[in-house]
């Protein structure tokens, strides 16, 4: 060994040999178990005297590297090794659980895990099944696009003028009248309410919601620092709510809620509006499922807003496609400036090539004859689903008739509906969206959805499902 401490460093003579007595350990020039040179040795090599190297090797012993054996000296532990490791890798550990974002719930980690998986029905996904899904028409009408070279660089920081120009015509037809100034495009409406948390509220800011809500599965407000706090609709006049300090606002999903899939009437559309703009909430009105009623359907809230006091998400992700990842925010042009300055920090703009896309279908008529069609084999899906329920469940549940999007919140009599059975039902290959994760103390419910599973897996999953419900009740 050629190395001597340096007398004229700041480290301390004692504090430099440890150091290198655990660079030779980590180096594997002396290895585990290994009886290490007589202290005598090791003073004359370090030109040190005896007493610096016996606090060092105290030290080490002191910290594990090290260890006396009577009467034969002192060796390098059986765990020197991976002590030295685990203090050079970064506790990533520690990193994950002070990140700031939220984690998942575990429930809805497994969902995502196993929706990926081939053998599983799936009863309760909120998303088209791939036979919903307009794959070969997608492909067809790529053909019949002629793309901009222009076009499909980053997107600008509000998104493509085209497609803001056919939505703003589009919502112009729900009684919403906006121009593409008043358009953002986004990655997904649940990308809308990110930029919106970090955007336009303070930390502990207050947001309101109706529970059960779509917000408890997803965290981008609790993440970035709000408070949720659920409430009914009428409870927005009430003295605590009026009397908040700070900010707060108020997200909603007023036609075919998710994930109870009921839409509010139009008068408790009006009434709602009234009390937020007297008391001064503005409301985020999440509308993904809008074009999604059976019927004729109700207006969006924001048709009645001639206040600049709602902001309103839509996304072509339960219509045409979510891998598209196309969504939109309408909103007052400085709104939407702060929120497109924030984006552009964040992604550089949505894929401007899906913006082509859903841009020539929104032009050539293509989307409006696609979810014409997709309405009716939604609804045809949600007649089978009853029929089921209607022979199966009526004994033990009750539901509302679908009026539209894809679910049917399901409720049974007795409190049932928790962690066990979920997993009860996964180890049956069948998967659950469990009222729980839209609302914690929820004991009674399940989001069905007749939107994902063919007819056939709706038929098998929902049976597998009445019988775990059965042999669990008759468990002693
Ligand atoms: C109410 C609601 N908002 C937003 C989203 C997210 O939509 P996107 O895929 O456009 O991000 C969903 C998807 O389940 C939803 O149900």
């Not at 069905?448 to 999953?461: C, K, N, P, Q, V």
Request: with cysteine.
């Amino acid at each position: 060994m050629d190395w001597k401490p340096n007398r004229h460093a700041v480290i301390s003579i004692h504090r430099q040999i440890t150091d290198r007595i655990k660079a030779l350990i980590e180096r594997g020039d002396w290895s585990t178990d290994m009886r290490i040179p007589p202290q005598r040795k090791l003073a004359e090599e370090f030109g040190v005297n005896r007493s610096t190297i016996q606090t060092a090797l105290d030290e080490l012993k002191a910290d594990g590297y090290l260890e006396g054996r009577v009467g034969s000296g002192i060796y390098v532990t059986g765990n020197a090794w991976n002590l030295l490791m685990d203090q050079a890798r970064p506790n990533w550990q520690r990193h994950i659980e002070t990140g700031v974002h939220k984690p998942n719930y575990h429930t809805i980690q497994l969902i995502n895990d196993y929706e990926q998986k081939d053998d599983i029905i799936r009863l309760g996904t909120g998303e088209l099944s791939p036979d919903l899904l307009p794959a070969r028409e997608l492909e067809e009408s790529l053909r019949s696009i002629t793309l901009d070279a222009r076009a499909i660089g980053y997107s600008s920081p509000q998104g493509s003028i085209k497609l803001r120009e056919a939505l703003s015509a589009r919502l112009e037809k729900r009684g919403i009248t906006v121009s593409s100034d008043n358009i953002l495009i986004v990655s997904g409406a649940l990308q809308a309410l990110q930029l919106i948390a970090v955007g336009l509220l303070e930390e502990g800011a207050t947001v309101f919601q109706e529970g059960p809500s779509y917000l408890n599965s997803v965290h981008p407000f609790q993440s970035a620092g709000m408070r949720m706090q659920a409430v009914n609709r009428a409870e927005t006049l009430s003295s605590t709510i009026r009397s908040l300090k700070g900010q707060s606002l108020f997200y909603c999903v007023p036609t075919l809620n998710n994930p109870t899939g009921y839409s509010w009437t139009v008068e408790e559309k009006k009434s709602f509006y009234t009390l937020c703009r007297d008391a001064r909430i503005p409301i985020i009105e999440d509308d993904v499922y809008q074009e999604l009623q059976f019927g004729e359907g109700s207006p969006p809230l924001k048709a009645m807003d001639e206040a600049g006091h709602v902001l309103y998400l839509g996304s072509v992700s339960k219509t045409l496609s979510p891998g598209l990842r196309i969504g939109w925010i309408v909103a007052p042009t400085p709104v939407i400036k702060r929120l497109a300055d924030i984006k552009m920090q964040t992604d550089y703009g949505s894929s401007a090539f899906s913006q082509e896309i859903v841009a020539h279908w929104m032009m050539s008529g293509r989307y409006d004859r696609h979810v014409e069609r997709l309405r009716t084999r939604l609804q045809e899906r949600a007649e089978r689903m009853e029929k089921i329920l209607l022979r199966q469940y009526q004994d033990i549940a009750t539901w509302n008739r679908p009026s539209g999007g894809f679910y049917i919140w399901i409720r049974f009599h007795a409190p049932i509906v928790n962690k066990a059975l979920f997993l009860k039902a996964l180890q049956r290959k069948v998967l659950l969206n469990p009222g729980y994760i839209y609302d914690p103390g929820d004991a009674h419910h399940i989001r069905l959805s007749f939107a994902y599973a063919s007819l056939d897996e709706m038929e098998i999953g929902l049976h597998q499902l009445r019988k775990i419900i059965e042999e669990r009740r008759d468990a002693p």
